[in-house]
């Protein structure tokens, strides 16, 4: 009972750092970054967000790290 709890705990865990990383911008956009780099010397670049999800995933990726050794002790 208390291994399957910790399986689905995982299983968020994963499918929360899966989200994370898709929702990060790439650090080079290619070429569209070239061509929207103008933009964001006028606009501003939104570096709150991505620094956000830079710690949700390293958060997550440390939960899941753990949950993944005691769920390999248990086995």
């Not at 780099?37 to 956000?52: P, Q, T």
Request: charged share 10%.
């Amino acid at each position: 009972m208390l291994k399957t709890i910790i399986l689905v705990f995982q299983i968020l865990c994963a499918l929360g750092l899966i989200t994370t990383i898709l929702l990060q911008s790439g650090k080079s956009a290619g070429l569209s970054g070239s061509i929207a780099g103008g933009s964001e010397a006028i606009f501003g670049k939104k570096k709150g967000v991505d620094d956000l999800l830079s710690k949700i995933t390293a958060y997550l990726c440390a939960v899941f790290m753990i949950i993944t050794m005691v769920l390999a002790i248990m086995g």
